[in-house]
């Protein structure tokens, strides 16, 4: 990865670092999104120096967790594999691919009990999956991060520095000129492209191709295929990989409403719950829950037999739903517009709000996505371009009165009537534009 990826997340390790109550700390999230690179970076800029071990390429390493459970003796042992002098405070231990080895996961919690001056950083692809089985890690004795594919703006603080300086400086109710207002919708037809995985990014900076991009996303489509058929816990991969590749179909169905019948003709809810909540736990879907009331808290009135599936990574679902690009680049409608376009904002809001967003529908209307913020409920509506509100959004905003309303669309920014119309660039930027 190019040293350009300038990541939110580096400022998430550095409060950590600080942190008086800091425990240890496990990164999810799905693989090739960056975490070891974040990993190595936050241990070159902000300590002396850094303990990289990595349990896939080593297994010897594991021994050491077998046999021992003092810290004391742990750092010794390191410190002589790694020829180099483990200090506390100073010294970055970093467990990479540590679901290779549940016990240096375990031995997290004596470091948190008995040595927590040393700073310690953990990783691992499907870590998810394993985090969701409460006996397997030490609950409670550790801080979690989760990381995300790059959002558009880090995707524009990579690629066009003085946009990106120009994105930032945009304040609530801004007039955005013209001409910038052109150059970042440009920019967000080429995310819905590369999308926010860093190899994309870092292929775009360095060779401008989308070709070589839509192989990348290809054999990245691959990879997750295949560790699908290598897990080998209790869930069916068959039917893991059946659901993964029902993404498409689902989401172009007129309502995306996931269908367990449209992975398997007759198929019925327990026969793929569970390979469901292994996509989720991996990182790989996003799970968007019907409510019954948009009110708060949301996560009281989830149905929870009423969902939708998106891809974690809209570059990735472009690419599975084989769009063309110029579909993208030239405006022009095409069938799935709508759900790639909510998949991005989604992907965008996802990382801002604690609580994750949900949908609402009812007999005579839709809303695209409803957000928690504090105890406000914000109603959303995804316009794919330049078309007008869809009626069940008005209806909704004059029957609740909501205290913000977006609509996302291809429109400028401006305040229009109840609600606000936000161009689909600032999706990354809401909760601080609210």
Known sequence: MGDFMNRKAIEQLMLWKTDTERKPLVIKGARQVGKTWLMKEFGKTCYEN?????????????????????????????????????????????????????????????????????????AGSLLGTLLAQPKSYPVGQVNLLDLYPMTFSEYLNATDNSLYSYYNSIEKNQEIEEIFHNRLTDACNNYFIIGGMPECIDSWIRYKDPARISVIQRELTEIYENDFSKHNGKVNSGRILMVFRSIVSQLAKANEKFMYGAVREGARARDFEEAIEWLVSAGMLNKVCNVAKAEHPLAAFDKLDQFKL???????????????????????????KGALTENYVLQQLKRQFEVSPRYYSDKNSEIDFVIQNGTEIIPIEVKAGEDRSAPSFRKFISEKTPEHAIRFSKLGYKKDGAFTNVPLYLADRMKELL
């Open 310 to 336: 998106f891809m974690f990574d809209t570059g990735l679902l472009k690419n599975m739903a084989g769009i063309d690009n110029s579909a993208i680049l030239l405006k022009s409608d095409y069938q799935f």
């Open 50 to 122: 850094y303990v990289y071990l990595n349990f896939d390429e080593e297994e010897s390493l594991k021994s050491i967790f077998e046999k021992n459970k003092d810290p004391h003796r742990i750092i010794e042992l390191l410190s002589m594999l790694s020829g180099e002098k483990i200090l506390p405070e100073k010294t970055l231990i970093i467990f990479d691919e540590v679901q290779e080895c549940p016990e240096a996961l375990g031995a997290l919690k004596y470091f948190r009990e008995k040595s927590n001056e040393y700073h310690i950083i953990a």
